[in-house]
Nanobody, 122 residues
Framework: HVQLRESGGGSVHVRDSLRLSCAVS????????MAWVRQARGKERDVVAA????????YYEDSVKGRFTITKDNDDNTLRLPMSNLQLADPGVYYC???????????????WGQGTPVPVSA
């Protein structure tokens, strides 16, 4: 039974930094490409960052490039997302998701965590 559990969310101000983590259990973490998906209030889920199963190839949505970094540690089964210079366009619930390959559409990921909220205020 695969479980994804996010942590690290919380209220921040513009230009603050925050680091999200996703602990994965119940499966061989190294088998899965992963993603961080953001759902802003009233909007659909969007993939903001994704990473290949070996952790060597990454994808970023344009608005987060240079500010967010997705990492996948296959030794401690943890997906991370350090975020810097947070902006008013960044708030939402952040989910980690696992799939059979790297997808650019959120709905194609098969396994999801419960999400962690990241409110951003001016």
């Amino acid at each position: 039974h695969v479980q994804l559990r996010e942590s690290g969310g919380g209220s921040v101000h513009v230009r603050d930094s925050l680091r999200l983590s996703c602990a994965v259990s119940g499966t061989d973490f190294s088998d899965y490409p992963m993603a961080w998906v953001r759902q802003a209030r009233g909007k659909e889920r969007d993939v903001v960052a994704a990473i290949r199963r070996d952790g060597l190839v990454t994808y970023y949505e344009d608005s987060v490039k240079g500010r967010f970094t997705i990492t996948k540690d296959n030794d401690d089964n943890t997906l991370r997302l350090p975020m810097s210079n947070l902006q008013l366009a960044d708030p939402g619930v952040y989910y980690c998701a696992a799939g059979r390959k790297v997808y650019y559409s959120a709905h194609e990921y098969q396994t999801w965590g419960q999400g962690t909220p990241v409110p951003v205020s001016a």
